[in-house]
């Protein structure tokens, strides 16, 4: 709960909001009164929800009924039912990416994120290499070291930068919703929304 309140005014000028939670039929259940304006106004905005999450399910991930915001790029607040199969929380790890480079023949090259060793490699006869680098939701900077075969040392760096829109290569996503608009200038909306993987560096939406 949280109560705010002017000195002059103290009950007539406050503004209050209420919130419960409970968990109900597997799901979550959220509950919530709020003052619109001053308390003495007598207008009350009503919030109620219920959320169910189905991490192993393929089809339905996520399943919201009441009030919420609905999906799409452009989200506005509504009261009705939304669904989707994309992670209710999504993990931080996106994959592997190979990245390639050239030396002389016979070096040695480690990568290093946040001083940790996460791949290595040899250069060919042709000073060519290639190693997979795990990467994550954002950035990713990565500190290459190369070793030469008569002790020389060079040391370079690389930052990737992944976009949160990204999906995993060959991911279906589709988030679907439709109600009633609640702040907006409108009667209902209704919105769906598919998301495809085309590869590692590629998302089609």
């Not at 915001?69 to 607040?77: D, E, H, Q, T, V």
């Not at 996106?94 to 290093?112: D, F, K, Q, S, T």
């Not at 949160?164 to 679907?176: F, Q, V």
């Amino acid at each position: 709960y949280s109560l705010l309140s002017h000195i002059s005014a103290p009950i007539g000028a406050s503004s209050y909001a209420l919130q419960a939670g409970a968990d109900l039929l597997g799901g979550s259940l959220e509950l919530g009164a709020s003052s619109l304006g001053r308390a003495d106004a007598g207008d009350v905005r009503l919030d109620a929800s219920w959320l169910g999450v189905w991490r192993d399910n393929r089809l339905l991930k996520q399943l919201r009924l009441g009030d919420g915001l609905a999906s799409g790029p452009r989200p506005r607040g509504m009261r009705g039912v939304s669904l989707t199969n994309a992670p209710f929380v999504r993990p931080s790890l996106l994959g592997e990416i190979p990245y390639a480079g050239r030396l002389p023949a016979g070096w040695e090259v480690e990568a290093y994120r946040g001083g940790q060793l996460i791949a290595f490699d040899s250069t060919d006869a042709s000073g060519d290499y290639t190693m997979r680098l795990p990467v994550l939701y954002g950035e990713n900077p990565v500190q290459f070291i190369a070793y030469g075969p008569y002790g020389e040392t060079r040391e370079y760096g690389r930052t990737y930068r992944v976009s949160s829109a990204l999906l995993p290569a060959h991911r279906l996503e589709y988030a679907a919703s439709g109600g009633q608009c609640r702040f907006y200038a409108c009667g209902a909306t209704a919105n769906l929304d598919l998301r495809y993987g085309l590869s590692q560096r590629w998302t089609l939406e």
